[in-house]
């Protein structure tokens, strides 16, 4: 996977001109899972010292919270991306795909009881276990629906969704090394920094896919 372009011999990432535009969707969370855990949490009951206890607005709910997070996350991810070089840009969730370029985007998961994946919501106090954080690469030009390149998680890699997908990301040093993780009460600074860890991920595997020789 290199972020340079599609032609057989991928420009050096320093050549910004070259660039194909990167297009960064809101990573993925469960808005069903967020009710749940935030009627767990409140018992029934929830005022606006609850809220500022949770460190949250007070107007704002779980979704809410996980919403705005997940917000900042893609922009942060943009903004870095940019500052790199690259034609980044923030995509809405309904928005068409673009005809070609990459699209970066990702889930936010948890490994449940049965040590399965499934989708989680971020930045509430509920719960003891830790959000990993997967970042999916998809080329638009020539399938927007498979992943080129899917990592991120920790002990859970082996069990991401696309099965042989995950090889892509075996044979890349950065990918292999890329393990984020949030906590569930996750604030705005920790997901800041977070986005700006997967944008420099994400500028050194298109450098090292760059250099690498065609096959």
Known sequence: MALTGCAPSPAPASSASA??????????????????????FIGGGEGPVRRVLQGRPISEDAAGRARRLAELLSKTIVHDLGKAGF???????????????????????EIDEGNRLRRAVVGFGAGQADVHVQVQVFDLLRDPRTPVLVYGTAEASSKAPGGAVMTAATHNPYAMAARYVLSRRATEDEVEKLGKQIAADLVKISESQATTPAR
């Open 87 to 109: 034609q980044a840009s923030r995509l809405a969730s309904d928005a068409a795909l673009p005809a070609d370029g990459w699209l970066i985007g990702g889930e936010f998961l």
């Open 19 to 40: 660039k194909r535009p990167v297009f960064v969707r809101d990573f993925l969370y469960d808005v069903s899972d967020a009710r749940e855990h935030e009627e767990r």
